[in-house]
């Protein structure tokens, strides 16, 4: 499935919210959106529901993104991880970091 990215802006918050399949062949679309949300936020959240797939690919763009929104003094956080994708996030111990 492809990647559908779409992002909304409410006071100082951006929510990039994602769908379909975050791997190798789509991360670097996940990366730009993340990082101009960063930028220009002082709250970003990532909505994982509608994501049916994530590759380690995809768990290492999360943590450079939450790596990137702390060395910038900005809160980061994923939310709506369902199903496989929470399940690989949780069995990777990056849950709780990328949800807090």
Not at 17 to 26: H, I, K, M, N
Not at 45 to 71: C, H, P, Q, Y
Not at 73 to 99: E, K, M, P, Y
């Amino acid at each position: 499935m492809a990647l559908s990215l779409s992002t909304d802006r409410d006071a100082d918050t951006i929510t990039v919210t994602v769908a379909g399949d975050v791997d190798l062949s789509t991360v670097a679309e996940l990366d730009h959106a993340v990082l101009a949300a960063v930028i220009g936020a002082t709250s970003v959240v990532i909505d994982l529901a509608a994501v049916t797939f994530i590759d380690s690919a995809g768990i290492n763009t999360l943590l450079k993104s939450r790596r990137l929104a702390d060395e910038r003094g900005r809160r980061f956080r994923i939310a709506n991880a369902t199903g496989v994708v929470r399940d690989v996030l949780d069995l990777t111990g990056v849950l709780s970091h990328l949800s807090g």
